[in-house]
């Protein structure tokens, strides 16, 4: 009963997204919306269902196989359902936010034109999302991943005349392709020790192959296991855009803001934490990919973070926001704190999409302006995008019984007790962050929101309803959600029957007892001081001596000149790469196709056949002395040839 | 005695459209029509009937036709030739259906053309006698040769040549290296050279012969200039066929000769063979990044990916140690897997370049952008086609990528790694190109007034993308099919 539940839970969004393209059109928008969210909604509501009965009766986790997919000899590759604690928290956070997302849609693109297709890819995504969450292999999972990256390269595309957007939509596929290279040729390698993808039978048996290695070269052998973790991890730091393949996602903010809030926040770009949770029976087990997944998730934290404070764009600013709690996620992953970093991307997902959403409000509002700098001072034009501006800004910084702060003080927390390679490191990468989170954060808030009015004549006024609506509802768990949830989702075994990972005092070295004594244990500690810290700091930068911005930017000019082209990785890639393996194609065509093979070595002989057929004529002169000539010639180099034979000299 | 009629229904249909004459077009495009979509479900009806536990031949017939020699008119199908007939008899009344759109002058004998084409390329995949199989392989060229050379483009004449050239000079000497096995056995049968044992030096030289009709089918590096300019130059329909099917010749002609006959040359050549494949993966890839013209650029596609399929039915022969039988299984498979699907992706690819050649009369990328403004219905296939041909999951075109690269980690993780970056110069150069003709904005004025895909357009189109579909959301019916078959091929190899 429970799996035909979960596969109606997959299915709606399929069903209803096909419906809304192929048939939305005629119809009307309001059959599209109409069919579409409820699509969503039953998915939430089934899952929310699952929930309530696995936590009431945890015997009911279940892991059944839909169909066999492919057989060939004795492989056998399936479809099937993985329902435990960890897809049913996904499923949950996945439905909400799309269900809020769908809802904002219907006043956020009333007027384009591409409505119902929107209506459509949004509810094809959500389906994509399931349906690689819900997984129970690997197969199926990256049946999923690369889903979710087409409905992403179509949505970022989704004004498709505008040229930026299809450069960005472009970049996004081709970026996430080089992290889906390393994931297929890690379940590759999976495949070749286990001969099979399920989850269950890899997990069980990871033990057995702590030995294995994999032959690199005469003399380097690597261990099977940690090869297998850095390429899945690679197909990670594709979809979770962690450095350095992360230049797609800031350019994806050239899509409508409902999916930059949908996908690019909330939960495609969490894939690849979800897949460092899921797979963490794996990872547990090779401390050399845990060091590496922690040191790439502490660069990208801290140096992202400060691509934003030079950002002028409202979404750009918050897209690398975004980057930077992924790397926070990630780190967590990295010092095996999983159930942490689960619980920083839901949090992360509720308050970002709120950010995403109430930014969306804001463009809207503004007939479509996005650069900061002609915003100010929208407080009082705005105010319940303002008050949800401000509840997700806080809870972006970790300001205290917000929920942001429960799952990056958890995680910080988790960092600081580790004593993985390299998580000294981390935890100073993490530590600044906090900082400088707190600053772009308060920086894009008060230029937005406080300040002085730009243009006074300007008509704004908040939008409709179906825009605010979501932004309320999102804003709740942005402020609420942490004080129920830190403690069996953090602490205690609400994933212990999904993930793999030391006791929770091993991780923290901490006794939990409830959310109000977390908050005063944290207080003892740095991070909230320096978040609040950050606050003042921005209000002193942006709205109090709003001059000192700029001369520092003068004074320390060649960073700040690095911060504003992003460190190069654009140039990097676009005039580097991108031009070199243009060239190559380039001349291996002109050069090596055209020149060598088709004017050489094809018309050259035939050209050099046909003129040696003249010479041939030639030589029938018809005069007996040539013939003669010829005759005697031949019969030397025959004679010649046999006494070379005789003799062993030649041929 | 069906396969039978699969081969001369058509043959016999195409000479009656011949004496039809041009005056009766109409009747004979829907004579053809009917008749090759009856031919289609026939095979269907062969499907049905054909025995998926079984690994020898099926429906097999077998009439003495040369006495002298001992050459038997001998038909039958196995696993492997069923999915290919298919997928011609899948593809023969579409292109028959689209002559109607894009073609003007002497229609009737066009589609006599592929008719008659049809039948002979149905005789190349069941023929069981190798003296037969030759008469259809070199058969097949004289149609081909007159669908480039009469209805092509303006270079029709070099590149029919060329295609001519290429393809004869390589099939002399498959028919040596068949001559020479006929008097080491005395018989034309192909199972018989199964059995006969040859010293290596014998294996490589008849491996050779083999190889230089293959590797020119299919194409292979450095012997695949000839396609590109053959695409360019062919009119849709002859492209879709030739892409489809006949560059499947090639690929059937490793599994059915080269690795049952000569086993040891395979292992020997092997090495060869996988870096041919790479080169074609890579190499090509790049070039396709590079091309500007449309045909051009699936024609590069197309060889990449066939690289695939070389790269499928070799690398097995290079494991460390024993051969393990499901590693060569696997491997095979996914060569088979990827004929297929990339039969039915780059005929939709031709057919959908065709429908936009028919509005604009160019291929040059350059002269395009924004059709989906204009033709939103036509751009939701034609995207949807492309992102099959970047082998996207759910597809066809994932299926057979994901078997060769699992089979090909089991071998040796440089060769996986080398060909799975096909996952992104594919994309590269699909994608690029939807993106320059497909979106962005109209630069062209024409464009401004091409209307959207008619009906009669999308039918063709439609039935392709559900198919892709269907074997790329369930590939298992096709792998099934084809499982027992390759089994005991992979015995023959690697027992």
């Not at chain 1, 929310?48 to 015997?59: D, V």
């Not at chain 1, 002028?312 to 690398?320: G, Q, S, T």
């Not at chain 1, 705005?382 to 799952?407: C, E, K, V």
Request: charged share 10%; net charge neutral; proline share 3%.
């Amino acid at each position: 009963m429970l799996f035909n539940l979960s596969l109606i839970a997959l299915i709606a969004p399929l069903f209803t997204g096909v419906l809304a393209g192929f048939i939305g059109k005629k119809i009307g928008k309001i059959f599209t919306n109409g069919v579409t969210i409820l699509g969503v909604l039953i998915s939430l509501i089934i899952s929310i269902y699952i929930l309530i009965l696995i936590l009431g009766n945890p015997e009911l986790v279940f892991n059944q196989n839909a169909y066999t997919w492919l057989s060939i000899g004795s492989y056998k590759l399936s479809i099937g359902l993985l329902i435990d604690n960890l897809t049913v928290s996904m499923m949950i956070v996945v439905n909400f936010v799309s269900l809020m997302v769908h809802i904002y849609t219907i006043g956020y693109m009333h007027k384009d034109p591409g409505y119902h297709r929107f209506f459509c890819y949004i509810s094809l995504f959500t389906f994509a999302m399931l349906s690689l969450v819900m997984s129970n292999n690997f197969l199926q999972l990256f049946f999923g991943w690369e889903a979710v990256g087409v409905m992403s390269y179509l949505l970022i595309g989704f004004w498709y005349t505008k040229e930026s957007a299809i450069k960005a939509n472009f970049k996004a596929f081709i970026i996430n392709r080089i992290g889906d290279m390393f994931l297929i040729l890690g379940i590759a390698l999976l495949f070749s020790i286990f001969g099979t993808l399920d989850y269950e039978h890899i997990f069980n048996n990871t033990e057995s192959i702590t030995s294995n290695t994999v032959k690199l070269s005469s003399s380097f052998e690597i261990s099977s296991l940690t090869l297998a973790c850095l390429l899945l991890f690679g197909g990670a730091m594709g979809k979770s855009a962690q450095m350095p393949l992360h230049v797609w996602l800031p350019d994806s903010m050239e899509g409508p803001t409902p999916i930059s809030a949908l996908i690019h926040a909330a939960t495609m770009v969490t894939a690849g934490v979800f897949m460092l949770a899921r797979m963490s029976p794996l990872f547990e087990l090779s401390t050399t990919a845990l060091s590496f997944v922690l040191i790439i998730g502490s660069i990208t934290a801290i140096s992202t973070g400060l691509l934003g404070l030079v950002q002028y764009d409202i979404k750009r600013v918050i897209a690398y926001s975004t980057l930077s709690q992924l790397g926070y996620m990630v780190v967590a992953a990295g010092v095996s704190a999983y159930s942490a970093s689960l619980f920083h991307l839901m949090t992360h997902a509720f308050f970002k999409a709120l950010l995403f959403l109430a930014a969306g409000s804001v463009i809207v509002a503004l007939h479509h302006e996005q650069d900061i700098r002609k915003m100010g001072g929208l407080k009082s034009k705005l105010p319940i995008t303002y008050i949800t501006s401000l509840i997700g800004s806080l809870a972006l910084i970790g300001f205290p019984g917000f929920s942001g702060f429960f799952s990056k003080d958890a995680l910080i927390e988790a960092v600081s007790h580790s004593s993985v390679y390299a998580s000294e490191f981390a935890y100073y990468c993490v530590l600044i962050g906090v900082l400088i989170t707190s600053l772009y954060t308060f920086r894009l808030f008060f230029l937005v929101f406080h300040g002085q009015l730009k243009d006074e004549n300007i008509k704004v006024k908040e939008p409709q309803l179906s825009i605010l609506i979501p932004l309320i509802l999102l804003a709740i768990p942005s402020m609420l959600i942490g004080w129920p949830t830190i403690g069996p989702l953090v602490f205690n075994d609400f994933f212990a029957n999904s993930i793999m990972q030391p006791s929770s005092n091993d991780i923290f070295g901490y006794e939990f007892t409830d959310s109000y004594h977390f908050l005063t244990h944290s207080l003892s500690g740095p991070v909230v001081y320096i978040a609040i810290f950050g606050i003042f700091v921005s209000y002193f930068l942006y709205i109090l001596k709003t001059d000192i911005p700029e001369k520092l930017s003068t004074a320390f000019n060649p960073f700040y000149k690095l911060l504003i082209n992003k460190y190069y990785f654009d140039y990097l890639y676009e005039n580097v790469f991108a031009r070199l393996f243009n060239n190559l194609g380039n001349s291996l065509w002109s050069k090596g196709d055209i020149k060598i093979i088709d004017n050489f070595i094809v018309n050259g002989t035939a050209y050099r056949v046909g003129r040696l057929s003249s010479r041939v004529r030639e030589l029938q002169s018809g005069y007996i002395y040539h013939y003669a000539l010829m005759m005697v010639l031949g019969l030397a180099l025959f004679l010649a040839w046999v006494v070379f034979k005789s003799s062993g000299l030649v041929l | 005695m069906i396969i039978d009629q699969l081969i001369w229904i058509p043959i016999l249909t195409g000479l009656v459209v011949l004496i039809l004459g041009e005056k009766r077009t109409n009747l004979s495009y829907l004579l053809s029509l009917l008749i090759s979509s009856a031919i289609f479900f026939l095979s269907v009806y062969m499907y049905l009937l054909f025995d998926n536990t079984l690994a020898s031949y099926q429906f097999e017939l077998k009439v003495p036709w040369i006495d002298r020699f001992n050459i038997n008119y001998h038909l039958g199908i196995d696993g492997i030739s069923l999915p290919l007939i298919m997928l011609t008899t899948f593809l023969s009344p579409i292109v028959i259906y689209t002559a109607k759109t894009s073609l003007k002058n002497k229609m009737h004998q066009y589609i006599a053309s592929f008719l008659i084409l049809e039948g002979m390329m149905i005789g190349v995949f069941s023929s069981l006698d190798a003296f037969l199989f030759y008469v259809f392989w070199e058969a097949m060229l004289i149609p081909m040769f007159l669908i480039i050379g009469i209805w092509g483009g303006k270079n029709r004449i070099y590149a029919t040549v060329k295609f001519f050239l290429y393809t004869f000079l390589g099939s002399v000497f498959m028919l040596v290296a068949i001559i020479y096995l006929y008097m080491k056995t005395g018989s034309y049968m192909i199972s018989d050279f199964y059995e006969v044992s040859l010293s290596l030096n014998q294996q490589i030289l008849i491996f050779l012969g083999f190889l230089f009709a293959f590797a020119v089918k299919i194409p292979m590096w450095p012997v695949h200039t000839w396609l590109p300019d053959a695409h360019v130059e062919a009119p849709t329909g002859g492209s879709v066929i030739l892409a489809a099917i006949l560059l499947k010749m090639g690929g059937y002609g490793f599994l059915r000769f080269s690795l049952p006959i000569t086993p040891d040359a395979s292992l020997f050549m092997a090495p060869i063979m996988i870096t041919l494949s790479l080169i074609a993966i890579i190499y090509i890839g790049l070039v396709a990044l590079a091309q500007t013209d449309m045909k051009k650029l699936i024609a590069y596609s197309s060889i990449s990916h066939m690289g695939f399929v070389t790269l499928g039915s070799f690398v097995f022969f290079i494991q460390s140690g024993s051969m393990d039988l499901n590693t060569i299984n696997l491997a095979i498979s996914g060569a088979m897997i990827q004929m297929i699907s990339h039969g039915l992706i780059s005929a939709a690819l031709f057919l959908s370049i065709g429908v936009m050649y028919d509005r604009l009369h160019t291929r040059n990328i350059e002269e395009y952008g924004g059709i989906v403004t204009k033709m939103p219905k036509f751009s939701v296939l034609m995207v949807f086609f492309a992102l099959s041909n970047a082998a996207l999951p759910g597809t066809s075109g994932f299926v057979g990528e994901l078997t060769v690269i699992l089979a090909t980690f089991k071998v040796n993780i440089y060769i996986a790694l080398l060909s799975a970056l096909t996952l992104i110069i594919g994309a590269a150069y699909t994608l690029w190109m939807i993106k320059r003709v497909i979106f962005g904005a109209v630069t062209n004025e024409k464009i401004n007034s091409q209307p959207d895909m008619k009906l009669i357009e999308a039918i063709p189109l439609s039935l392709i993308a559900f198919l892709i579909l269907l074997i790329g959301v369930w590939p298992k019916p096709l792998t099934d099919t084809m499982n027992e078959t390759i089994l005991s091929l992979s015995y023959l190899v690697g027992g």
